[in-house]
């Protein structure tokens, strides 16, 4: 067996960035609706939480540990948002440009892309596509203050708690993620780029943000149309 090697030339992996974010409202029918881009994306924070341990104790010694459930949080930080997003973020729309606050907030998916790089290939290693499911934001605080001679742009940010989608053969999860360096340069051709174009739109289809059963489905060949 050969031994062990650390930081081998090419595998001084980093992941860095955030961008191409799109949002994804959520129909009545807990299916989502085309998909908008998100600009001015500034961040994705997984802050998840639960996984506790219970520990379990019988004849003078501790028996087992059991872990609570883990639940995925997050939030979102942006300069801008798409107008879909109001009914989000508790607005109601009215004549195209008057917002209601204090109103129901829609649940919605999110996906973005972050970048992998190594030490040869530096940014153009790969990169990883985050897909978020049953998503609702939390109300923020939005500090608005008066231009001054060193202006900045207001920052906004979004607390983001989700509910867990099935997926078959595994436990419900909100949050699924594929990296691009798993992937032959054949199937980055084939499988990866029919689920971007189902993410991002084009070849005459709508964005939309498939389920993890159909995402797998894609990722494997086994959904080819």
Known sequence: MAALT??????RLYETGTKKGVLYVQNADGTYGNGVAWNGLTGFNEEPDGGDANDIWADDIKYLSIRSRENFKA??????YPDEFAE?????????????????????????????????QFEDHG??????YGCSAAPSSKDYQTINDSPEAIEFSWEVDTIPVNVTGHKPTAHIVID????????????????????YGGDNKEPTLPDPDTVIGILNGTITN
């Open 127 to 132: 990169y990883k596509i985050h897909l978020v």
């Open 6 to 11: 650390w930081d081998a030339v090419g595998e």
């Open 88 to 120: 989000c973020d508790g607005s109601a729309i009215e004549a195209g440009g008057v917002f209601i606050g204090q109103q129901a907030r829609k649940s919605f998916g999110f996906s973005c892309v972050t970048t992998l790089g190594n030490d040869t």
């Open 180 to 199: 691009s360096t798993k992937f032959t340069e054949q199937q980055q051709k084939g499988y990866l780029t029919k689920l971007e174009t189902m993410l």
């Open 75 to 80: 939030t979102i930080t942006a300069y801008t």
